[in-house]
Every structure is written in structure tokens, then in C-alpha cells.
């Protein structure tokens, strides 16, 4: 089949930033395909500026909405869809056809409603792409939103011709919500890079007043549940008083978490450090990863850990009964189960045994470490559109 043109509907506004490696990633995916043109959900007088179209790559292309009001973007988005594709047809070459388009959204919600209007106003192929685990219990009671969210996803995705799911939790449970054919909802992990720094911090070097360190590395917001990281951390602190807590990350519940702390009178012991990229000089220096999320798409962080054979204790999440079943280094308790948690833990501190799992024993559906063999597996999803 001749390259298709794909035209994403996106939210996420680093791409504008130069030398972002999601900038990066898009000019990459651009590659795969005739054109990328991409839809960025945006405000007015925001990171865009007043563009109406950047060229990012040789075949990549942003389009800020630019709305008034983020009740706009949705049909801002439509609107700019549709002048892409009248474009499109107008200049038509050899490499592609104009009649081989596929919209593809990073959401089953705003972003995907805006990509089925575009779909079937220009006869597109419709590709949905799920990267959280939107039908857990805990998603409606984070944020009211999602509830509308949940509903807007049950409309939109049995009209998508290939769903992209990144776990498998989420591509059974979308299958049995929906009743979807599993042949339509594909398993494409995210990819992991294997960053292993010659030099870099040493946790234990950095904080030499703890013997032992335990580790969460995330998005300081509701959903990721730290407050139950710092509850479980307080009851371990009782019976070992040489522990240290190290959270790595930003967002708005930092503030909020730094007070819980000092209410909890654990603060001598909590470390808050900023995002990095790269989080491997931390994994192998530290000696346990907790995760306490009530709900991932996929849990990189917890692959991460895994791969570097820390121990780990997680909610039950994302891949982490996959993991589970994997290595017997990690442990699985359910949200809030706060006693589980530091069972689990003080069992770890106790067995002291890091095993590094070994890449061949994982399945493909759960890992990709190959650059160029995720993008052939995700130009692959795409076109797959015209096959369902």
C-alpha cells in the first residue's frame, strides 16, 4: 500500500519546545508516513504564539488550535482536520494518496472525539490510541471530568478501526467493556530506552545518613497516591529509623505532600527532588522502588526498576502482575492496603537481593527496548486501519 497520511490529535505542547524529546519522537514518527500533520489542543496567546502551521520535520507538520477557550478545542481541532485534508486532495503526488488517510488520537476522549467527527466527515480511518487504564474503579473518583470521560470513550471507541492499547490489562478490559473484537485492539508497549550513565548521582553517596533508601519516581499529582507513600514510609520509619525516602518529580501535589510530611513528623527523612529524564543513576543506587498509583496505563517507572533489579512494592497497576509473574522480587498489594505495603517492604529490607531481570525472558507485548523496532510497530498499528 502506498504511506498514508496520518493526522494526530494531540494535547501534549512540548513538542513546540526545540530539542524536546517528544519534538523528537514526532519528527520520527513523521518519517514513517507520507505526511504527519498534528493537531495541537492549545490556547490562544499560549507556547504557540500566533502560528497557524509549524514545520517540525520534513514530513512532520503542528497546527496550534489556538482557541479562545479550551471548550473550543475540540471543534477547533475538527476544523483544522478538515482543512489538512482538503489540502491533501488538492495536492495529491505518487508517494501517497489523499484517499489514505488515518486520524489518529492520543485519548478515547477530547482528543478522540475530535478525530471520529474528522473521520467520518472525510472518510478517514479512525485509529484510537488508550494509554491509561480509564476503566479502573479510581479513575471516575479522581477528577469529576473523568467520569464524562469514561462516557465520551464508550462512544468512541467501538467506532475506531484499530485501537492501541500499551498493556494488556487494558486491551482485555476494553474488549470485555465494549465487546470489541481483540483482533481490533493491538498491544503496543512503551518503549523503554536502556540509559545507563557511566556517572551520575549515588543516592547513598548524596544521603549518607540513611542506611537504606526506598525510591518513587512519578508525577506528583492525585492519581499517582504519594500520600500513601508517606504513610506507609512513616509506619517503616517506627521500626527503622535509618530509612530515607527519596520522591523524584513535580506537580501540583508537591506543596501538598511537602506539608503531609512535616504533619506526619517524617520530613527529616523525605527527600523531594526535581524530574530527570534519565533515571537510571537512581535506580542503581537505591535500594527498593515503591509505587502506590491507583491506576497506569503501563508503569514505565516500575519497568525501569525491574531492569535494574531493584526490588519492588507496587499497587496493583499497569504491567505489575505481569512483573510479578516475572520476578519474584516483586511484590503486589492493593490500593490503600497500607499494611500490605509495609509487609512487603520490611520483607525486602530484610532479604537485601537485587536480580536484574533479564530482557529475552520478557514478552514483546510487554517491553520494546529497540528504537527502530518500535517504530516499525507502531507504523505497523497505523496501518492497520485499512485492514480491519
Request: proline fraction near 4%; charge should be positive; hydrophobic fraction near 45%.
Amino acid at each position: 500500500m502506498k504511506s498514508p497520511i496520518v493526522i494526530m490529535i494531540s494535547t501534549d505542547r512540548n513538542m513546540l519546545k526545540e530539542g524536546s524529546a517528544v519534538r523528537a519522537r514526532m519528527t520520527e514518527y513523521g518519517n514513517l508516513f507520507a505526511e504527519l500533520h498534528i493537531v495541537l489542543f492549545s490556547l490562544r496567546q499560549s507556547d504557540s504564539g500566533s502560528q497557524e502551521k509549524i514545520e517540525i520535520g520534513l514530513h512532520t507538520f503542528v497546527y496550534p488550535t489556538s482557541s479562545a477557550h479550551k471548550l473550543f478545542y475540540m471543534t477547533d481541532a475538527y476544523l483544522i482536520g478538515k482543512k489538512i485534508v482538503a489540502s491533501a486532495k488538492k495536492s495529491n503526488d505518487s508517494s501517497s494518496s489523499a484517499d489514505q488517510i488515518v486520524v489518529t488520537a492520543q485519548d478515547p476522549f477530547e482528543t478522540g472525539l475530535s478525530a471520529s467527527w474528522l473521520a467520518k466527515k472525510v472518510a478517514a480511518r479512525l485509529h484510537i490510541q488508550v494509554h491509561t487504564d480509564f476503566l479502573s474503579p479510581e479513575f471516575k473518583k479522581i477528577f469529576f471530568l473523568n467520569r464524562i470521560r469514561v462516557f465520551l470513550a464508550g462512544r468512541i471507541l467501538p467506532k475506531a478501526d484499530v485501537i492501541r492499547t500499551v498493556s494488556k490489562r487494558i486491551q482485555k478490559s476494553v474488549a470485555e467493556r465494549y465487546r470489541i473484537p481483540l483482533k481490533k485492539i493491538s498491544i503496543l508497549p512503551i518503549f523503554t530506552e536502556q540509559k545507563r550513565q557511566q556517572a551520575g548521582i549515588n543516592l547513598h553517596a548524596k544521603y549518607p545518613q540513611f542506611e537504606y533508601i526506598i525510591l518513587t519516581a512519578s508525577r506528583l499529582t492525585k492519581e499517582k497516591n504519594l500520600p500513601l507513600a508517606l504513610r506507609v514510609f512513616k509506619k517503616i520509619l517506627q521500626n527503622h529509623p535509618k530509612v530515607g525516602l527519596v520522591i523524584v518529580g513535580d506537580g501540583p501535589e508537591l506543596s501538598l505532600l511537602m506539608v503531609l510530611a512535616k504533619e506526619l513528623e517524617i520530613a527529616d527523612s523525605v527527600i523531594f527532588e526535581l524530574w530527570v529524564n534519565d533515571l537510571s543513576p537512581y535506580m542503581d543506587s537505591t535500594d527498593l522502588f515503591l509505587s502506590t498509583s491507583f491506576y497506569e496505563g503501563y508503569g514505565l517507572t516500575l519497568m525501569e526498576a525491574v531492569l535494574a533489579g531493584l526490588p519492588v512494592v507496587t499497587s496493583d497497576v499497569g504491567i505489575a502482575p505481569d512483573l510479578a509473574a516475572l520476578s519474584p522480587i516483586v511484590s503486589v498489594c492493593s490500593n490503600e492496603d497500607l499494611e500490605c505495603f509495609v509487609e512487603k517492604i520490611e520483607q525486602a529490607m530484610k532479604n537485601k537481593v537485587r536480580a536484574p531481570l533479564e530482557i529475552s525472558l520478557v514478552p514483546n507485548e510487554m517491553l520494546i527496548t529497540d528504537r527502530s523496532e518500535y517504530l516499525q510497530r507502531y507504523k505497523n498499528d497505523i496501518e492497520r486501519s485499512f485492514a480491519n
